[in-house]
């Protein structure tokens, strides 16, 4: 392990692990109530930045994901924040150093699309299995916070991986799958403790197979994909219409009874109105392109397709557009609609100029986001796209950042940004490499080689697992 | 093997690129044999056979030679658990043939009689190094759940070629501990009486088939197609591939193998680490998916990423394999391998454990798993070392013959590729 020289602010910031402690649920603020039509925030964050000192991270090579790699470089935290980052920088007074020589530190790892805690392990197990709610087309009334469980043993094990955000999303058995919620991957009893403060909500919609399968299967609509854009198209009139009462109501005074809140359309409206993202599970280029028209049919955009593994096919019009694609390098076949899947998928959108992201929707991918994030790289260069390490960080933390609103927060290493940070035993894009230290909000939440970084998984407590 | 055989001879006389020499050099080369890892050396192909290995090894003039330089050359891969040549689609049912339902048909059921060497999952595989596969039954299970074996599994090659069976009928696929108790009525005990059970019936019916010719054997649960399959299983002729995860659940089968003289490879086996003594004494190859350290059942809560290391360091003979039945994603073997070593595995071991490791316990050492002079040609050489992914193959044989470094997905990149302006 590093050599740590010893001050009163490193012990702050160094001793014990957030991991190893047993957090309290903080008193929730009041909501913030702004009418009687919408409460934005019933449910809000309780995290607070723990307090965290200055650390001064010495020597290692920094890939910034804003762009560069730096060889012996220094990344300096204070209280939470990143403050300078550089090569052979002097490390000032009261700053807790670190010597990461031979090591490689990049931003947290932001997982675009997870299922933790909303289909938590054991999850064999049916009642730990919350991610659908797989009883009408539109289920845009659901919360995936709602479903979330704290004790969801893939946190630790993601956060072991380095991995220190990641939206949560509800499944893509329906046409409107949910509200998803950003999670911070703190040990915490409550999901508001873990609930990323200021991050936007998305919602999650789905394309193809999934829900004409799912509600053709019951002799229901959708039945075909053109029963799901009919689906889509209806709950949009209906949310216009929602938003145009709600807004006629409150441009007139709030005079006399405001119409009934209707959770389903709220979140409609929320998206028309540009505050809420939508996040698309959506395969095909030809679908794809449809959701774009779709979304300039109603006035909104459409933040990020997911999954997308046809977006080489369209990576010029997805790059015009702005949209994110978060895509594996390896998952395909599975189904019809993810036969043409190439493993230079990420690699295509980026050389377009658009936003790839490297995503894992799996409770195993997650731990090896970085080495998904090497065989889409590897198979750039294969295909001979000269795509830097530097750059293709960025799939797996700057870019899934933006897709889900954050990126003013997190994502790179940049002064001002949190101090979420990740100390690799080796380049990252190496199979080899691991994580031996994390920060989140510059408070350490793992640490390889410290024993009180044990599980927080309240379920392996007293079993035969490798709980520490 | 005669058919193989008379295949792969045919295909020598017909093609003219076997007919050739050629020498890899100046690469590093894990052998897998006796020789170890040969820092720099040379390889000799002619005619699709190894006939030259070694630190000095002289290329004779009008030689086609592939510059190693900074590469490596490994065995070619074998995914120990998969479904290659056995799907297409996952999802699109009539392109799968990987399972069956048929009530009649479970122990007997041979996946090795309906594979598709044309699948185009088999060259996508290959570009990862993999050169063979155990091609293993699913279950098709449905309501009862009553199939007590899964089938018998084959091992394959991915030289896409119309003789695609290595190996048939290899091993027998059973699964234990939970699934194997929901398929017994519900309960663990349930499905331990039920195998005893079997095995009895097996063997009477082995020693009295004279009688059940007449009609007068007794009354059997299986189908008399699943208890000629069984016979070599029984025998300890055949190995009984047991799917099971769970420390106790490891401790039994130990037990029964040991009773009922079965040659048992356990297949998952996420707390066996907690059993790798008893593992080890037993002398029982473990297939293990390093990746999978989730607490995924009430079998699994033990799971570790340091499963495959500590099984190796007890004495165990460790397979690694990714995911389970798996065959889009079998390309993701190496990854596995890789995952290992930075979880304690020395690199070599891992190496071995997909490459000579599955060939020695599934029956194919002799053409398959290791280079060493008088074999044929089935290796990858690689730009660096083969288990990170920012390595990729530079030269491919199967079984003697050179494969495109090409797949489906390549020509679909290339239709999509951005051109030069």
């Known amino acids: ?468 | 093997m005669n058919r193989r055989l008379l295949a792969l001879a045919a295909f020598a006389l017909a093609t003219s690129a076997r007919a050739e020499t050629i020498a890899i050099v100046d690469a590093r080369l894990m052998t897998m044999a006796a020789a170890g890892e040969i820092e720099r050396g040379t390889i000799l192909i002619r005619d699709g056979c190894i006939v030259a290995i070694g630190p000095a090894v002289t290329v004779p003039a009008g030689t086609k030679v592939i510059d190693g330089r900074g590469g490596t050359v490994t065995p070619g891969f074998l995914q120990a658990d998969s479904t290659l040549g056995a799907v297409e689609v996952s999802q699109v049912p009539a392109s799968t043939d990987r399972a069956t339902h048929s009530a009649a048909i479970s122990a007997g059921f041979d996946l090795s009689l309906g594979l598709n060497p044309d699948s185009i999952l088999l060259p996508v595989s290959r570009l990862a190094g993999i050169t063979h596969a155990v091609a293993t039954p699913l279950y098709d299970d449905r309501a009862g759940r009553d199939l007590q074996f899964a089938g018998q599994a084959a091992v394959i090659d991915l030289a896409q070629g119309p003789a695609m069976i290595t190996r048939p009928r290899a091993a027998m696929v059973l699964e234990m501990g939970e699934g194997g108790a929901e398929r017994a009525g519900g309960a663990r005990a349930a499905a331990i009486v039920a195998l005893k059970a079997a095995l009895a019936d097996v063997r009477h019916f082995a020693s009295h088939r004279a009688d059940y010719d007449r009609g007068k054997g007794r009354p059997q649960k299986l189908s008399r197609i699943d208890l000629e399959a069984l016979i070599p299983v029984a025998e300890g002729r055949m190995p009984l591939i047991v799917k099971v995860d769970r420390a106790s659940d490891i401790r039994e089968i130990i037990a029964l193998a040991r009773e009922e003289k079965l040659r048992v490879i356990l297949d998952g086996a996420e707390e066996g680490w907690r059993v790798a003594t008893d593992i080890a004494a037993a002398g029982l190859p473990v297939i293990v998916d390093p990746l999978a350290n989730l607490p995924r059942s009430f079998s699994e809560l033990g799971a570790t990423m340091e499963n495959a290391a500590r099984l190796h360091a007890a004495g165990v003979t460790v397979i690694i394999k990714t995911g389970s039945g798996t065959a889009h994603r079998a390309r993701e073997l190496r990854y596995g391998a890789g995952n290992a070593v930075a979880y304690g595995l020395p690199h070599d071991v891992a190496v071995a454990a997909i490459t000579i490791n599955p060939a020695r316990v599934f029956g194919v050492a002799d053409r398959v798993g290791s280079l060493e002079a008088g074999r044929l040609a089935d290796l990858v050489l690689w730009n660096g070392d083969p288990l990170e992914p920012l390595s990729q193959p530079q030269a491919i044989f199967v079984e003697g013959a050179e494969k495109p470094l090409t797949a489906r997905p390549l020509e679909l990149r290339d239709r999509y590729l951005p051109r030069a302006p």
């Open chain 1, 1 to 468: 392990m590093s050599v740590r020289a010893v001050t009163v602010l490193a012990a702050l910031a160094l001793a014990g692990c957030a991991a190893g402690e047993r957090p309290q649920p903080a008193v929730s603020p009041a909501a913030e109530v702004q009418g009687p039509l919408v409460a934005p925030n019933p449910y809000p964050a309780t995290y607070r930045p723990p307090a965290a000192g200055r650390v001064a991270l010495v020597g290692a090579t920094v890939l910034t994901a804003a762009g560069d790699e730096i060889a012996n470089g220094t990344v300096l935290m204070d209280r939470g924040k990143i403050v300078a980052v550089g090569p052979d920088l002097a490390v000032p007074d009261g700053y807790a150093r670190i010597d990461a020589r031979g090591r490689w530190i990049t931003p947290g790892v932001i997982d675009a699309h997870s299922h933790l805690g909303v289909w938590s392990q054991p999850d064999t197990v049916e009642a730990n299995n919350d991610v659908n709610e797989m009883t009408d087309p539109n289920t845009a009334q659901v919360w995936a916070e709602h479903s979330v469980w704290p004790q969801d043993p893939g946190f630790d094990t993601a956060r072991e991986a380095g991995v220190t955000t990641m939206m949560v999303l509800p499944g893509s058995a329906n046409l409107f799958g949910g509200r998803t919620v950003t999670l911070k991957n703190v040990p915490s009893v409550t999901m508001q403790g873990m609930k990323f403060p200021g991050a936007p909500y998305g919602l999650k919609i789905a394309c193809g197979e999934n829900p004409k399968r799912v509600y053709g299967g019951r002799g229901r609509s959708p039945a075909t994909r053109m029963g799901n854009v009919a689906g889509y198209r209806k709950a949009w009139i209906d949310a216009q219409d929602y938003a145009r009462r709600q807004d006629k109501w409150e441009k007139g005074g709030r005079v006399g009874d405001g119409p009934k809140r209707d959770l389903q359309l709220e979140t409609l409206a929320g998206v028309l109105k540009g505050e809420i993202l939508v996040q698309n599970h959506c395969y095909r280029a030809d679908e794809m392109a449809n959701m774009i028209d779709i979304a300039r049919e109603f006035g909104f955009s459409i933040r990020a397709f997911h999954h997308a593994n046809e977006a080489y096919k369209i990576a010029p019009l997805l790059a015009k557009e702005d949209i994110c694609v978060a895509t594996w390098a390896s998952w395909w076949g599975y189904k019809m609609e993810v036969y043409d899947a190439l493993e230079e998928n990420a690699a295509l959108v980026h050389a377009a100029g658009g936003c790839a992201i490297i995503h894992s929707d799996d409770a195993i991918l997650v731990q090896h986001l970085n080495q998904e994030a090497a065989a889409a790289l590897s198979s750039a260069w294969r295909a001979g796209i000269p795509i830097a390490r530097a750059d293709a960080i960025r799939w797996i933390t700057a870019n899934p950042a933006k897709a889900l609103g954050i990126a003013d927060k997190v994502g790179t290493l940049e002064p001002g940004k949190n101090a979420d940070v990740v100390l690799w035993s080796a380049d990252p894009f190496s199979i080899y490499a691991r994580a031996e230290k994390v920060w989140i909000d510059g408070a350490v939440v793992f640490d390889r080689a410290d024993p009180a970084c044990r599980r927080h998984s309240d379920l392996l407590l007293g079993q035969p697992g490798d709980t520490q």
